[in-house]
């Protein structure tokens, strides 16, 4: 199994950026794992937001942040990241991470959550 915590989420103004990390432990039953990242706003559905193949080659972006966020990993350290550039109000949401045997846009692909972790936009 796999365990994951997210951290970096804070209260951060309008076009300001702020980084996500996801630290990860365990494995799957094959080792690796891909990781997804979803938000949450309140009132709203769960979305998908970006996610990351195992070995780094694949990537995803929702239209909403293509050019704005970055997902990276960096095995070694059993890391996850979420770089977030010029920020908006509505990226306020709770920021979960997510892992599961293959990369993803659905969030019933993945079979480990971390607890969130929340990010405030102001205008």
């Known amino acids: 199994q796999v365990q994951l915590v997210e951290s970096g989420g804070g209260l951060v103004q309008a076009r300001d950026s702020l980084r996500l990390s996801c630290a990860a432990s365990?494995?799957?039953?094959?080792?690796?794992?891909?990781v997804g990242w979803f938000r949450q706003a309140p009132g709203k559905e769960r979305e998908f937001v970006t996610a990351i193949s195992w070995r780094g080659r694949t990537t995803y972006y929702a239209d909403s942040v293509k050019g704005r966020f970055t997902i990276s990993r960096d095995n070694a350290k059993n890391m996850v990241y979420l770089q977030m550039n010029s920020l908006k109000p509505e990226d306020t949401a709770l920021y979960y991470c997510?892992?599961?045997?293959?990369?993803?846009?659905?969030?019933?692909?993945?079979?480990?959550w971390g607890q969130g972790t929340q990010v405030t936009v102001s205008s």
């Open positions: 997510a892992a599961g045997p293959l990369i993803s846009t659905s969030s019933t692909g993945y079979n480990y």
């Open positions: 365990g494995r799957t039953r094959s080792n690796g794992y891909a």
